[in-house]
């Protein structure tokens, strides 16, 4: 019988294969998004149904679009332009998705086996008096160029789970870029609908200043006259000082304002002004559609998502570390003492060692880390279901203001034209003697609170109608038409 000689690469590739096989292990539970009860419509834009309970899926990618242009000011567009340019707040939240992709890199890398060269050049001298010498002391310069090879075995899946939860954090991080985004534009669009509702009180309160000087002028001739008392000169120049002390501190928040817009487009607020304007706003009308359908564009639910996700993946790196690892080894190159290096007879090799390490005793360290990482999916977990609960609020708190709002602008123009009816028959009154001061003095009052809150009443609802593009998540008005064009 003739023996044959089973060469000794086989047993390690079978070894090899058994550990490859091992590989598509992991640790780490399943994962399932929480379901958070989502209702068919909005409780403020029409009947309730009766909710069912769906997954939400977050849709990262969607385009949240220019939706300011809605407003059509030239003057906004241009401070959103600016803003997107040079705000610090965007340039740091894009500085942060930068480094969150460059670790995505850097986990990756260890599903790759790692490899290193080296060369190096020394020269030696052997004591002739060395054990075991021969000729004597001896001198030669060795030449070494090689490599090295490294690979762990993914057996447990935990470099899986962990670039998995890596590539979850920079998409976490691409929607928190989202968010930023989208906070800062509806922040600059907040405070430049402010900043015009301030410019119409303005205008206003310096059109009342004109009416009330030539009110008290009136009184003071009427007293000259002997006509008016003293009492009457005082309330016209008591109204007249009030409304120019409000002039005042409009202008003092006014200027607020502009200083805020500075710097949220990146600017000195030395060296940035607004000319003022006055100009009717009408908040434009923004459709609605089913909750699951624009709740999920929300940049800040995918990323509380995501971070869940990413969670969920670190338990499983957490667990691997209960399991040995396996890590295979390979060096070669070339060693010579002559000047011809790289030559076959100069060449050497080694494969190994295949180092199977496990931790024995390790004081319940892996066990706490374990823990560590279920409590951090919970709290991420609740955390993602906070955020779709706070968007749920902040949508219906939208849809309630710009339909409360949108009446109240109406009963309050009513309020402001019969103030406004008041004040001039109590003038006319007053002036053909039928009544004394004090009643012009509390119409003039009442006729400029009421106008004063017509304007304040435009420019929430301009803010409403900004919050509730937030609430949405951005622009969501193409989305909509182009699901109504499908389903069409």
């Known amino acids: 019988m003739r023996m044959v000689a089973v060469p000794a690469a086989k047993p390690l590739a079978a070894a090899t294969l058994a550990a490859l096989l091992l590989a598509g292990c992991s640790m780490a539970p399943a994962y399932r998004p929480q379901a958070t009860a989502t209702p068919a419509a909005f409780k403020e834009s029409q009947p309730l149904p009766p909710a069912g309970w769906a997954s939400a899926t977050p849709q990262d990618a969607a385009a949240r679009g220019p939706w300011w242009s809605a407003f059509n000011d030239p003057v906004l567009d241009d401070l959103e332009a600016r803003a997107e340019r040079a705000s610090p707040t965007l340039s740091a939240a894009l500085a942060r998705y930068d480094a969150a992709r460059a670790a995505v890199r850097d986990a990756s890398a260890e599903l790759l086996p790692q490899v290193s060269g080296s060369a190096q050049i020394r020269r030696e001298r052997l004591s002739g008096l060395r054990p075991n010498a021969v000729n004597g002391a001896s001198e030669y310069t060795q030449r070494v160029v090689g490599a090295t090879a490294s690979y762990e075995l993914d057996l447990w899946g935990r470099i899986r789970n962990e670039v998995s939860a890596t590539r979850a954090e920079a998409q976490a991080s691409q929607a928190d870029l989202a968010s930023v985004r989208l906070s800062l534009q509806a922040d600059l669009a907040d405070a430049y609908v402010r900043l015009r509702g301030l410019d119409a009180e303005r205008e206003l309160l310096e059109r009342t200043v004109v009416a009330f000087t030539r009110a008290r002028d009136l009184t003071v001739t009427r007293h000259d006259g002997g006509i008016a008392n003293g009492l009457d000169v005082n309330r016209a120049k008591t109204v007249l000082s009030s409304a120019r002390a409000q002039l005042s501190d409009v202008a003092n928040q006014r200027a607020a304002l502009e ?19 006055v100009k009717a706003f009408a908040p434009p009308t923004m459709p ?19 971070r869940a996700f990413a969670a969920n993946r670190r338990i499983g ?64 977990a609740s955390d993602y279901r906070a955020s779709i609960l706070t968007a749920f609020r902040e949508a219906e708190d939208g849809l309630a203001a710009t339909r409360l709002l949108a009446q109240a602008s109406v009963d309050q123009r009513d309020a402001a034209e019969a103030a406004s009816r008041t004040e001039q028959l109590a003038l006319t009154r007053y002036r053909d003697g039928a009544s004394d001061y004090l009643d012009v003095v509390t119409a003039q009052t009442a006729a400029l609170e009421a106008e004063r809150a017509v304007l304040q009443v435009q420019t929430r609802r301009m803010q409403a109608t900004i919050a509730l593009v937030r609430a949405f998540g951005g622009d969501y008005r193409n989305d909509i038409a182009v699901a109504q064009a499908a389903q069409n």
């Open 259 to 277: 200083h805020q817009i500075a710097a949220l487009i990146g600017e000195l607020p030395s060296g940035f002004s607004l000319p003022v304007a």
């Open 317 to 380: 790196v957490a667990r691997a570390a209960w399991f040995p690892s396996l890590s295979l080894n390979a060096q070669g190159g070339y060693n010579s003492i002559r000047g011809d290096v790289l030559q076959s007879p100069a060449s050497f090799w080694t494969l190994g060692p295949a180092t199977l390490l496990q931790t024995i005793f390790d004081g319940g360290r892996r066990a706490a880390q374990v823990k560590i990482s279920r409590a951090d999916y919970e709290a991420a």
């Open 288 to 306: 609605t559609a089913a909750p699951s359908e624009l709740l999920q564009r929300r940049p800040d639910v995918a990323e509380a998502e995501r």
